[in-house]
Structure formats: C-alpha cells, structure tokens
C-alpha cells in the first residue's frame, strides 16, 4: 500500500534554533499534502495545505513566518519550524493525497518535536 | 461550516464489553466523507474507515462496526468484546469533495477508549 514516510519521528531542538520536519510520499506522487498539529490531549488542527510548485495555503493563526513549507517536489513536502520556542513543542503530522487514486489521503507517522 | 463533534471525551470499560463511539458531523453539503482512525499512545494514526455520503450501509470488520445514518448526521463506531489493545484515542473526521482543498480533514476532538483487564 501507499506509504508516506516523515522525519524525523522525534526531535529535540534548543529554542531559538530551527528544524526541518519531512514528509515523502515513497510510492506515489502527491499534488498536495497537508501539515497538521496536534497538542497534547487535543485533535488534528490544519496548519496548512501544500500544493507542489506553488505558495503554501495556511490557515487562520499560522505564522507562516514561522512555519515554512515548502513543496518542491511530488514526493516531498518540508515544514521548517524557525526559531523554535518551547511552546512550539508538539506532535507534527503530515498526509498526502495521492493524484489519480479518488483522492486517498495516506498520513505520515507524526514526529514530535520537543523544544528546551 | 462543517464540524465534528464526538462528545465522549473519555471511556473507560472492562475487556469484552461492547462500547460506542459517538461522531455528529455537521456539513451542507452532499458529497463528502466520514472516516475513523486509532491514535495509540505513539502518535500514529491508524485509519480505521472511509465512508462517502452516498453508501449508508453499516459495516462490519471484525469486532469493529459502523452505524451511518445521514437522518441524523451520526456515524457511529462501535467495538464489540472490547480488548485491552483497544485502549486509544479515537477520532471521526470529515472531509469535503470541492477544490482544492480535498483531502484536508476536519477531526473531532478525539474520544479516549481505556480498556481494563
């Protein structure tokens, strides 16, 4: 089956510093994959959606000076979290859609990201 | 605007009883889709169910089934005999079938299943 792989599955970053989260698709192309967060004991909220090729849509209350994403390929789409704060700690995961499949989205593992 | 809303926000059972998972969503429109997935304590999310608009067939898969009832905008998830690996968060989410957003799904807030031996 489709496989959406992130990494890394867990991260520890200093504050003030920032870190690369990937999201790949392994076996199919994705047009659009969505980065979501989840706080403890709380649901997926979107942060964002990305298209390949163009400018990353994101939702209301997202810094996207903060959160940089990038979808440079079909396969890899990159959340960049800038000048990490504690308060950034928190479970990240992406989803893809894969094109031509009725629009199956398959999700990443998640990683979590932990800032000191 | 659509929405989904589990209201159990913790469950707690003793291993082989049945129990219910309640999902309401709200949406105006006629196309879309209901899922469930499993969030065990590592953070993945394990997709349980799809289901479109237009099939209002129950399922069943194993020990796990699916009430669809568009009457009522419910799709409930019922684990039958319940087991201590049950033990999860589980959410029902919605997803739309316009634009370019397809595929961005809006969660509930999540029910916690315990299960005890």
């Known amino acids: 089956g489709a496989v959406v792989s992130q990494h890394p599955s867990r991260v520890i970053c200093k504050s003030g510093t920032s870190v690369k989260i990937e999201c790949r698709s392994l076996?199919?192309?994705?047009?659009?994959m969505f980065w979501y967060r989840q706080f403890p004991k709380q649901s997926l909220m979107l942060m964002a959606t990305?298209?390949?090729?163009?400018?990353?849509?994101?939702e209301q209350g997202v810094e996207k000076d903060k959160f940089l994403i990038n979808h440079a390929s079909l396969t890899l789409s990159t959340l960049t979290v800038t000048s990490a704060h504690p308060e950034d700690s928190s479970f990240y995961i992406c989803?893809?859609?894969?094109?031509?499949?009725?629009?199956?989205?398959?999700f990443g593992e998640g990683s979590w990201l932990t800032v000191v | 605007a659509q929405k989904v809303t589990q209201a159990q926000t913790e469950i707690s059972v003793v291993e082989k009883e049945d129990v219910t998972l309640d999902c309401v969503y709200e949406?105006?429109?006629?196309?879309?889709?209901l899922f469930w997935y499993k969030q065990p304590p590592s953070g993945e999310l394990v997709f349980l169910i799809r289901?479109?608009?237009?099939?209002?067939q129950n399922e069943i898969s194993g020990r796990y089934s699916w009430n669809f009832q568009k009457s009522t905008s419910s799709f409930n998830f019922t684990i039958t005999a319940s087991q201590v690996v049950d033990s999860a968060v589980y959410f029902c989410?919605?997803?739309?079938?316009?634009?370019?957003?397809?595929?961005?799904?809006?969660f509930g807030k999540g029910t916690k299943l315990s299960v005890k031996p």
């Open positions: 076996d199919f192309q994705a047009t659009t």
């Open positions: 949406t105006r429109d006629t196309t879309y889709y």
């Open positions: 990305s298209n390949e090729g163009s400018k990353a849509t994101y």
């Open positions: 989410a919605l997803r739309m079938n316009y634009g370019g957003s397809q595929g961005n799904l809006i």
């Open positions: 989803s893809a859609r894969r094109l031509g499949s009725g629009n199956t989205i398959y």
């Open positions: 289901r479109n608009s237009f099939d209002e």
